[in-house]
């Protein structure tokens, strides 16, 4: 600071200013040096720093679950991965660590064989995978949605594991594309397939056949017992092989649909071991179901049936006998009206006099019938365990008859019910706690409008009583918005 005053003595010479500058600019320098000396001591630390705490991650890499699951364990969930739609997850999980290389090496992880015509080299990505599977069995899904590609070539490749084949997916656009496909794994054994699956988005063309080469193409394969089909025209029984015990026919593609009870008889009744049948006409915006036959059909093994779509779909019930039928699924595409269906009542009723009182389970979705059709239904049912009501006037007294009409009643589901009440339902899990009963062991109520809070916790005391929709509730899907509840 002497040196600074001085500076500005007014008797000091020009050369004594130069030589003070001179000595202030060797004191920065001098600082600057120290300066740079410090910040790259500063440096050297941090460097140090990021390689000790590189050297933590690794190691703690060492001791998390994943590094400490045994292979078998990451062997099942990459192969889960695949089974939910990440094909890719072999080769993805292969470049995380030496220990998920390894696990990914077993051949269950590539036993989902993913085929689309439109990928690169497709001929060679099946053969890799194929070869990395070895000998486990193998789900196969074809792709021909945009082109056909060398789907020929590919096919000779995956028929010479036909041995080894547990279920097919084969989504096309044309019907012809597919049956070219299927007709390839014809005259053949398969012994371990047990699914087909089948989706075609545009029909025939004029000239065309209607037929889908299923049974000429399977009809050997001992264990194949289920069949879900995506068409817009309805399959006939000499299109699905003939030991099928689950069919699930989907004839959503087309805004209009005309089908007959004559062409439900005539797929049904070419199926001797058919257990469960499903068919959907859900998209359908004007469906004509004509009821062009009166003859009845008895169907001795059929276990399950589920009809999807108009009311006039439902006209099938009064054409069969359903004599070991266990579970009954109607479930309305149509808007809800707010009054009974009187044309579902009446055919509810027709179906149970014909002598298929063997219920166990009931759902009405979006289904409404009147009180004496109820009260028939149940009267004939009296095994019945699950009820399942969506969008229904059920009353308090025919809840409260259920008592006696199905004493072995467990499971109770109810959804947008309008008019009962958490009284009554109180009332009727309570008259079940009685010795010798049957007690409720799950109730489930979702906006039914007139059970209160006390009601719930009533029931609460007595069973287990649902309020929330589960991940994979139908009325989840219905709802997009609940996901973000």
């Keep these: 600071m002497e040196d600074i005053r001085n500076a500005q003595h007014p008797a000091e010479t020009e050369e004594d200013i130069r030589r003070s500058i001179a000595r202030h600019e060797h004191s920065v320098a001098d600082l600057q040096t120290e300066i740079e000396n410090l910040m790259h001591g500063i440096r050297t630390l941090r460097f140090q720093i990021i ?31 695949t089974l939910d739609g990440w094909t890719r997850a072999p080769l993805a999980v ?14 269950a992880v590539w036993s989902q064989v993913y085929v689309s015509v439109d990928s690169p080299d497709p001929y060679g990505r099946t053969q890799f995978w194929l070869a990395k ?43 012809t594309a597919a049956n070219d496909v299927l007709q390839r794994c014809a005259d053949g054994v398969y012994p371990i397939l047990r699914t087909l699956r089948v989706s075609v988005d545009e029909e025939v063309v004029p000239g065309d056949s209607e037929t889908l080469s299923l049974r000429d193409s399977f009809d050997n394969c001992p264990q194949l017992r289920s069949c879900i089909i995506n068409r817009n025209l309805p399959p ?36 001797p071991l058919l257990e469960n049948f499903s068919i959907s006409l859900a998209q359908a915006q004007e469906t004509t179901f004509t009821r062009d036959t009166e003859r009845l059909a008895t169907l001795p093994t059929l276990k399950e049936l589920t009809l999807v779509g108009q009311a006039d779909l439902f006209a099938v019930l009064r054409n069969v006998h359903t004599p070991a039928i266990l579970r009954l699924h109607l479930i309305s595409s149509a808007e809800p009206i707010p009054v009974s269906d009187q044309w579902t009542g009446l055919t509810l009723s027709q ?7 063997s219920l166990e ?26 009820l399942e009501l969506h969008d229904s006037e059920i009353s308090d007294a025919v809840i409260e008859s259920l008592h006696v009409l199905c004493p072995t009643l467990a499971v109770l589901d109810l959804r947008w019910c309008g008019q009962v009440t958490g009284r009554a339902l109180v009332r009727f899990v309570q008259s079940r706690m009685v010795m010798g009963s049957t007690p409720i062991e799950i109730i489930t109520i979702i906006n039914c409008s007139f059970v209160e809070e006390q009601d719930i916790l009533d029931l609460a005391c007595n069973t287990v009583c649902r309020l929330v929709i589960d991940l994979n509730d139908h009325c989840r899907e219905q709802i997009p918005h609940l996901d973000a509840l």
């Design 51 to 81: 390689k000790h705490e590189e050297a933590i991650r690794i190691h703690k890499g060492k001791i998390t679950l994943a590094r400490r699951l045994p292979l078998e364990i990451l062997a099942t969930i990459f192969e889960k991965c």
């Design 351 to 357: 179906w149970v006099d014909l002598g298929n009182t």
């Design 133 to 175: 599977s070895q000998s486990v069995a193998i789900d196969i899904t074809i792709d021909l949605q945009n082109s056909a590609g060398p789907i020929y070539e590919i096919m000779d490749l995956l028929v010479l594991h036909r041995s080894r084949w547990r279920s097919l997916t084969l989504a096309s656009f044309q019907l």
């Design 236 to 271: 006939s029984g000499r299109d699905i092989p003939s030991n099928i015990t689950n069919l699930s026919v989907n004839l959503d593609g087309l805004s209009t649909i005309l089908l007959s009870v004559e062409t439900l008889m005539d797929l049904l009744l070419d199926l």
């Design 361 to 386: 389970l009931l759902e009405l979705r979006d289904v409404d019938v009147a009180e004496d059709v109820f009260i028939a239904c149940f009267t004939a049912s009296r095994d019945l365990k699950t």
């Design 94 to 107: 292969s470049h995380v660590c030496s220990e998920w290389r390894r696990a990914a090496q077993t051949p």
